[in-house]
């Protein structure tokens, strides 16, 4: 028996339309993933919280994460100013101030 080994493999990922990266064909972005493992998670924890995801497809993510740092974290700090950003918008559309207020006022 051989073991074939390939030089290149591809790495699960994919961008969606806005340009957010996920693990492809799950809806786990690479934010999520990185974030865990930056946490400490393992691949096994991380698969155990997010159970749409492959182990083998985990480690691929990890090892991209551990190989390209620096586009990473470059991408990510991207990621981080545009949901404060979005944040940002929908407090001044949605003010949430006396949100749990309204609330039980329209239940009663």
């Known amino acids: 028996m051989s073991l074939t080994i390939e030089s290149v493999e591809r790495v699960p990922l994919a961008e969606n339309g806005s340009g957010v990266i996920h693990v492809a064909g799950t809806r786990v972005t690479l934010d999520t993933v990185a974030e865990a493992f930056h946490e400490g998670a393992t691949a096994e924890e991380i698969v155990q919280q997010y159970p749409s995801l492959m182990l083998a497809d985990v480690y691929s993510v990890l090892g991209y ?8 974290a ?10 404060k950003t979005t944040r940002r918008e929908n407090e001044e559309r949605f003010n949430p101030q006396g949100v749990r207020a309204r609330l039980l006022a329209r239940r009663a």
Do not use: F, G, K, S
């Not at 470059?74 to 949901?83: D, G, P």
């Open 65 to 72: 994460l551990l190989r390209h740092q620096a586009e990473v």
């Open 74 to 83: 470059a991408y990510l700090e991207t990621r981080a100013a545009q949901r």
